[in-house]
T-cell receptor, first 112, second 115 residues
Framework: DQQVKQNSPSLSVQEGRISILNCDYT??????FLWYKKYPAEGPTFLIS?????DKNEDGRFTVFLNKSAKHLSLHIVPSQPGDSAVYFC???????????FGTGTRLKVLA | DTGVSQDPRHKITKRGQNVTFRCDPI?????LYWYRQTLGQGPEFLTY????????KSRLLSDRFSAERPKGSFSTLEIQRTEQGDSAMYLC?????????????FGSGTRLTVV
């Protein structure tokens, strides 16, 4: 039962353009949603989060949007840079469970 | 504090052997997690400690897997009688209490290859 889904395994974007990564979830009890970035041979690193009471959170070039009615969140990266090339995971957290459930990841490639 | 440390970084073992991995979390973090990641998948939850207490184990964690966190500091994950299906990246993460919105801090992982 995949509670958090990332349906696009890969995405290629030109440098300077917008990257949009999508994530869908099924459990309406999730309180927080996060995006992690992962380079090869490293552990995932925290990128940005959003609480379920908000619909947008912005941090520099990164913005996360949450649509609770659609159970959908997205990560926008503007402008995209070659150093953004990595695998991006969305993760969802439910208070009381104390753990994050991860999606399968989207490999982003930013072309110079 | 330099973050979450995992040892070893790589482990190659023969099928049927036992292996043990170690994780040293960030010192002020009382929560410690083990996840497993296979190729093309996201990290899958294995188990979770709050201080020294193991509060949850995933159904993924068969009887061959055991984890400990003595004295609420470092943690070990042991796999007995390894199988080829155990080949994966084993990730450890830690977090302080009450900061769900900031996620975990992950270590670099231990890559296990069972031959």
């Amino acid at each position: 039962d995949q509670q958090v889904k990332q349906n696009s395994p890969s995405l290629s974007v030109q440098e300077g353009r917008i990257s949009i990564l999508n994530c869908d979830y099924t459990n309406s009890m999730f309180d927080y949603f996060l995006w992690y970035k992962k380079y090869p041979a490293e552990g995932p690193t925290f990128l940005i989060s959003i609480s379920s009471i908000k619909d947008k959170n912005e941090d520099g070039r990164f913005t996360v949007f949450l649509n609770k009615s659609a159970k959908h969140l997205s990560l926008h990266i503007v402008p995209s840079q070659p150093g953004d090339s990595a695998v991006y995971f969305c993760a969802a957290y439910s208070s009381g469970t104390y753990k994050y459930i991860f999606g399968t990841g989207t490999r982003l490639k930013v072309l110079a | 504090d330099t973050g979450v440390s995992q040892d070893p970084r790589h482990k190659i073992t023969k099928r049927g052997q036992n292996v043990t991995f170690r994780c040293d979390p960030i010192s002020e973090h009382n929560r410690l997690y083990w996840y497993r990641q296979t190729l093309g998948q996201g990290p899958e939850f294995l188990t979770y400690f709050q201080n020294e207490a193991q509060l949850e184990k995933s159904r993924l964690l068969s009887d061959r897997f055991s984890a400990e966190r003595p004295k609420g500091s470092f943690s070990t994950l042991e796999i007995q009688r390894t199988e080829q299906g155990d080949s994966a990246m084993y990730l450890c993460a830690s977090s302080p209490p009450g900061q769900a919105g900031y996620g975990y801090t992950f270590g670099s992982g231990t890559r296990l290859t069972v031959v």
